[in-house]
């Protein structure tokens, strides 16, 4: 009679675990799904962002310094900083560092080529910045304006 009740209240609790296990993973997928869309929507308002900025008439008009002064706006809005970059990743500024800055070289590559080869916009890997040599990413358009955020 104690066998039965044993192996009922082993298999009882092992139905427990299994459907607490299933809820779990249920809970996790989940979150991680919430996780990404509200990632990507954060992707998505700094690709706007960068977009809107590209399209600003102080830099079809060559105005380099009403473009870093709405550049840094941009990047403070988004905790971050704004740099462009012309075709060969050189620095044209740095919303980092004050206008004018000798800057180096951009690490950005290969995602500033791809970005200027495709005209399309870009989420790079992690890698290390060439003026801050901090970790980060860079989000960043085609050739008409390739530009990074940190964030």
């Given at each position: 009679m104690l066998a039965p009740a044993l192996l009922l209240g082993a298999v009882t609790t092992w139905e427990l675990g299994a459907a607490y296990?299933?809820?779990e993973e249920a809970g996790l997928a989940s979150t991680a799904e919430a996780l990404a869309t509200a990632l990507d929507r954060e992707v998505e308002i700094a690709l706007t962002?960068?977009?809107?900025?590209a399209a600003s008439p102080s830099l079809e008009a060559g105005d380099?310094?009403?473009?870093y002064t709405q550049a840094g706006a941009v990047g403070r809005?988004?905790?971050g900083w704004v740099a462009m970059l012309d075709e060969d990743s050189r620095q044209i500024f740095n919303t980092r560092l004050p206008l004018g800055t000798d800057l180096p070289r951009g690490s950005g590559e290969p995602f500033i080529s791809r970005?200027?080869?495709?005209?399309r916009p870009f989420i790079s890997d992690l890698f290390v910045g060439a003026t801050d040599l901090e970790p980060?990413?860079?989000?960043?358009?085609?050739?008409?304006?390739p530009a990074g955020m940190l964030t």
């Open positions: 296990r299933r809820s962002a960068l977009s809107t900025l380099i310094a009403s473009a809005a988004f905790g970005a200027i080869a495709t005209g980060g990413y860079w989000s960043g358009l085609s050739e008409s304006f």
